[in-house]
């Protein structure tokens, strides 16, 4: 005879390994991408993403702390260059590395996150020249593992970090647009 506490039990077990099911169907992999169009040849908005030590200027990510610590590795710019943040809670801890730089056309960083989450993923930024103008896009890949698939069902990847792609866009806007400003209106440029 089953008793009210072991049937109570057996639908606890039960609707555990539906959950633990539907989580597992849950996609594996994910993608967070911005775009912006910026009034500059795609070269010159390259230069400030290629070069980690200009990210300070743009990245919504160094404006939450300013005390951060950071550290640069490798060449100054492009393959192999390599930035290492430690911060408070809000940026976490954690190392990039450019793997991939196709001038004014593609990069690709490998992020490695320490806290507060451990985990990899692959930040891209690629340029599309039209006109006088580039569209620039910002996008993370990466893979849910099953805790992540989990976060997920409460928390939406694309509204927790799609904002700060927005914002890092727009500043690094402002940033080319007005060098592009600068060096028009500067006297050697007329001359």
Known sequence: MFTPIL?????????ALAFLVFVSLRPTNFRVARTAKILAPAAKVFVEVNDFHRWVAWSPYDKRDPLMKRTYDGPPQ???AS??????????????TIIESKEGELIRIKLDFVRPFAGTNTAEFNFQPEGNQTNVTWAL???YNMVSKTVGLFINMDKMIGGDFDQGLANLKSVVEAQVRTTMESPLATS
């Open 141 to 143: 890949n990466g893979k």
């Open 78 to 80: 492009g393959v192999g």
């Open 7 to 15: 049937i109570a039990l057996a639908l606890l077990a039960l609707l």
């Open 83 to 96: 930035y290492a943040w430690n911060g408070n809670q809000e940026v976490g801890e954690g190392r990039s």
